[in-house]
């Protein structure tokens, strides 16, 4: 699985090439901020730096790129846990507990939490990849819409976790965010819901529909609160707190070994990516956990689980794009592009002859990520401020920055206006206990879902059962969610019990 | 808001789920009449269908008894605060649909400076000011690393 003479080849690289760590903490700081700011994506904050690329030798360039890729994964999870905003589609999952438990004036545990579990992650991930590179490309290749579609299936699960007490409100939420994330032409070439409005075409715009739901409408609602922490003792940014919170990850090494491997594997299958692996990780999380009730309430483990599945994702997209030239998400494309500038092509030929650049790569992401560590300290130290700012002022601020991500994203008022309509409808929901968070997986899910439906459909000819027995990769993933399914229900069962013997005993 | 019957209606929740089914029979009703082809309607119509009986179930939630708990989070609100929620809606509609008629510029300077008065700000010297500085920064700082250019009007 290994080549040592490559691995050889890959220190001689980094040792010989001191540009290739110089580059390493701009761009991590690069990153940081760019994916701090509500509507920069991972992949804006690659593709403002890309020409800058173009007159550095490759694997420096490489090493900037995958540096902001890693500094940018995290940089979305500090708006996420202090204000609840996602900055990238990845950190959906970590404003579940993140943004309540920085509402109890654990903000800075939060952070702590979310930094130690991305480092991890990511380290793990390039370990995974370092060992798992070419048996994950193998298989990568045998995927097809029926294993896509069992994926998105997986991540709906999750509507079921994220319902809350409200059962059928939970439900029709997420039905209503499936729904609205077919509008636009589907892949037959049906063009429904638009209402004649010509950028419906490509779908309700996503991350702007993202920040209203989640973000907006709760700043909205905030209007008649003075701060985001109600009590003044717990607005201090405590660095031992923050140290804290590093610790606190720490004793959870199998939620962070979890959520790793399913960033890894559903991060290296393309067009999925780190966006649904967060959900899936906190689902599953909040499945097995003997406190699963307390998720979505401020639980330490709902943010351990979310950002070490989204650092991971980047490890598994890598693995992807280097092995097969396939970009996953946009981040990997913006790095095919770099490979393109310097006249090199991926893929498995890239992988075949230059397995000490791929290396060199790996490496010096497990740098980046120690270095993520003390850069991202010094960084949630200062983010951490943002509470102690009186929300009269954060209010309207935040809302016009989230309004020119929004149109930075579409490049035209298509994002404000998504982003001002999801607002009013996410508060209206938040309200009546309506869970918006099953509307945001819902709508992040429904074209993937439908799209895998149709290629499904096609492929077999309307017989899913005969095609499905014939896809192993599928019946597996099938088999994982029924057995997690089952698990759950086992575990439900045994704490009912123990409550109930509990009860008994103390009567 | 009471009924004969003993109970309440909460007629927010009401509107709500009144827009949510408009929109899904708006839908359905449209993706229909687009074709009936499976390829059109194999995620469409179920998921619809599926979003009407779960609107049934939620139904009843909306006229609780007069007596019931349920809907406690409206609680305490006075009819102020609802109406400056709906004050800054209505501001950040205009943002929206206004940046590239007025420019970026005065379009966020005039959200902010209602914003702010909205959301408690007093202080007019410090309204005005507050704003100001935050548009000139957020257009020029944003403006460098977004890849559109904003249009403006004064700045």
């Known amino acids: 699985m290994i080549e040592l003479n490559s691995v050889s080849g890959a220190f001689t690289l980094l040792s010989s090439d001191i540009n290739a760590w110089l580059y390493l903490l701009p761009g991590l700081a690069i990153g940081l901020v760019f994916g701090a700011m509500p509507g920069i994506s991972i992949t804006m904050a690659m593709a403002f730096a890309l020409p800058a690329t173009l007159y550095m030798e490759f ?49 800075s ?42 994926v998105a299936v997986w991540g709906m699960l999750l509507l079921g976790s994220l319902a809350g007490t409200q059962m059928s409100r939970g439900l029709l939420a997420g039905t209503f965010g499936v729904l609205l994330g077919t509008v636009g032409m589907n892949t037959a070439g049906f063009v429904r819901g638009t209402i004649g409005i010509p950028w419906l075409l490509d779908g309700v715009p996503q991350i702007p529909a993202m920040m209203g739901l989640l973000a907006a409408s709760q700043l909205i609602g905030l209007i008649n609160t003075t701060y985001l922490i109600e009590d003044e003792g717990s607005r201090n940014i405590s660095f031992a707190k923050i140290l804290g919170g590093v610790r606190q990850a720490f004793r959870y090494p199998t939620i962070i070994f979890r959520g790793s491997l399913i960033g890894v594997i559903i991060g290296a299958i393309p067009g999925v990516g780190s966006s649904i692996s967060n959900l899936l990780s906190y689902s599953e999380t909040k499945r097995n956990a003997a406190d699963g009730d307390t998720f979505g309430q401020g639980n330490p483990k709902g943010v351990i689980a979310a950002e070490a599945a989204n650092s991971s994702s980047e490890g598994g997209a890598m693995a992807t794009m280097l092995a097969l030239g396939i970009p996953g998400g946009g981040a990997t494309a913006i790095l095919l592009a770099a490979f393109a500038m310097h006249n090199i092509v991926g893929g498995p030929s890239f992988i075949a002859h230059n397995k000490d650049i791929v290396y060199a790569v790996i490496f010096s992401n497990f740098a980046q990520a ?20 009186p929300l009269r002022f954060l209010i309207p601020s935040v809302l016009v920055v989230s309004t020119f991500g929004a149109y930075a994203i579409e490049g035209s008022s298509a994002g404000p206006i ?15 206990g309506y869970p918006v968070a099953a509307a945001v997986v819902g709508l992040l899910l429904g074209s993937l879902l439908e799209g895998n439906l149709l290629r499904t459909n096609q492929i077999s000819g309307g017989d899913f059962i005969g095609y499905g027995l014939e896809r192993p990769w599928a019946l597996v993933i099938f088999a994982l969610m029924l057995g997690s399914i089952l698990l759950q229900v086992i575990s439900k069962r045994r704490r009912v019990k123990q409550a109930a013997l509990a009860a008994a005993q103390t009567g | 808001m009471s009924t004969k019957s003993g109970r309440k209606v909460i007629w927010g929740h009401l509107i709500l789920l009144t827009v949510i089914t408009g929109v899904v029979v708006a839908y359905l009703l449209d993706a229909r009449g687009v074709s009936l082809r499976t390829n059109n309607l194999l995620l469409v119509q179920p998921a619809a269908i599926l979003a009407f009986v779960l609107a049934a179930f939620v139904l009843p939630g909306i006229f609780p008894r007069a007596d019931a708990a349920e809907e406690a989070e409206t609680e305490g609100e006075t009819r102020g605060d609802l109406v400056r929620v709906f004050i800054l809606i209505a501001a950040l509609a205009g943002l929206a649909f206004s940046l590239e008629v007025v420019g970026f510029d005065i379009a966020t300077f005039a959200f902010m400076v209602i914003g702010l008065a909205v959301c408690g700000e007093r202080r007019w010297w410090a309204n005005l000011l507050f704003s100001a500085v935050f548009t000139v920064v957020l257009i020029y700082g944003y403006g460098t690393i977004t890849p559109f250019p904003f249009p403006l009007t004064i700045l």
């Open chain 1, 59 to 107: 694997l420096p360039a490489i090493v900037f790129l995958t540096a902001i890729y890693t500094g940018a994964g995290f940089g979305g999870s500090v708006p996420a846990v202090l204000m609840g905003i996602p900055g990238t589609s990845s950190a959906v999952a970590t404003t579940f507990d993140g943004y309540p438990m920085a509402r109890k004036g654990q903000h």
């Open chain 1, 109 to 150: 545990e939060a952070l702590g939490i979310a930094l130690a579990s991305s480092v991890i992650g990511c380290l793990a991930s390039y370990v995974m990849l370092f060992v798992l590179i070419v048996p994950i490309s193998g298989v990568v290749l045998k995927l097809g819409p029926l294993e896509m579609f069992a």
């Open chain 1, 370 to 389: 120690v270095l993520l560590f003390f850069v991202g300290l010094g960084f949630v130290y200062v983010a951490g401020y943002v509470v102690r700012v």
């Open chain 1, 418 to 432: 998504t982003l001002w309509v999801f607002s009013v409808l996410g508060w209206a929901m938040v309200r009546y």
